[in-house]
C-alpha cells in the first residue's frame, strides 16, 4: 500500500487554522477527492456525552469503544496512562484516500502551510524555524518572507497550491 498524501495546516490558537481546514476539506470534496483529516489537540478532549452507553462503557474501563449506525462509526481508544500514539501510527489506521489534512502536529515533518490571523493569541511566525512550511495564509499582509503568500480565505488557490505540493492528480470532476 502507497502512503497517502498529507499537507498540514499550522499556527497558533485562534489563527484560522479550523475554518481554513473546513474550507479545504468542502473544494477537494467538491473537486472529486476523498479527504481525511486529523486534528490534533493540545488538551484533554472527549466526543462523547456523561451517561450515554459510549461513555459508561468507557466509564467502566473499556480500552476501546466503537459506536456503529446506519451513517457513522466511530472507535474512541483510552489511552489510560500510555503515551499520546506516534503521528504515523495515526496515519496508518486511516482507510485509503486521496489526501490527509493535518490540523495542529506543527513539529511534524510535513510540508504545511502556516495560518495567520491578527487575532491569534500568539503572533510569532513559525514559518522562520520550520523549513516544511511551504507557504504562508494570512488575513493581513506578510512582507518579510520570500515564501508564497496567500489570503486566508483564497480557499480555491491554496487548494491548487496543495494539490501541486503533493501532487495529486488533475481534479476528479
Not at 488538551?43 to 461513555?55: L, P, Q, R, W
Not at 504515523?88 to 506543527?106: F, M, S, T
Not at 518579510?144 to 491554496?158: C, E, H, K, R
Request: proline residues 6%; negative net charge; glycine residues 6%.
Amino acid at each position: 500500500m502507497t502512503a497517502p498524501k498529507i499537507f498540514g495546516i499550522a499556527g497558533w490558537k485562534n489563527s484560522g487554522k479550523t475554518g481554513l481546514a473546513v474550507r479545504l476539506v468542502t473544494e477537494f470534496t467538491r473537486r472529486g477527492y476523498r479527504i481525511s483529516t486529523i486534528k490534533h489537540a493540545h488538551h484533554d478532549f472527549d466526543i462523547d456525552k456523561v451517561g450515554a452507553d459510549s461513555y459508561r462503557h468507557r466509564q467502566a474501563g473499556a480500552h476501546e469503544v466503537t459506536i456503529v449506525s446506519g451513517t457513522r462509526y466511530a472507535i474512541m481508544h483510552e489511552l489510560r496512562g500510555a503515551p499520546e500514539p506516534e503521528f504515523e501510527e495515526i496515519l496508518a489506521r486511516l482507510a485509503p484516500c486521496d489526501l490527509v489534512l493535518i490540523e495542529g502536529y506543527k513539529r511534524e515533518p510535513i510540508p504545511k502551510i502556516e495560518a495567520r490571523r491578527l487575532e491569534a493569541a500568539n503572533r510569532e511566525p513559525l514559518a522562520p524555524s520550520d523549513p516544511h512550511i511551504c507557504a504562508i495564509a494570512a488575513d493581513h499582509a506578510v512582507t518579510d518572507t520570500a515564501l508564497p503568500v496567500f489570503d486566508l480565505d483564497d480557499t480555491g488557490a491554496i487548494a491548487d497550491f496543495i494539490a501541486d505540493i503533493v501532487g495529486l492528480a488533475q481534479a476528479k470532476l
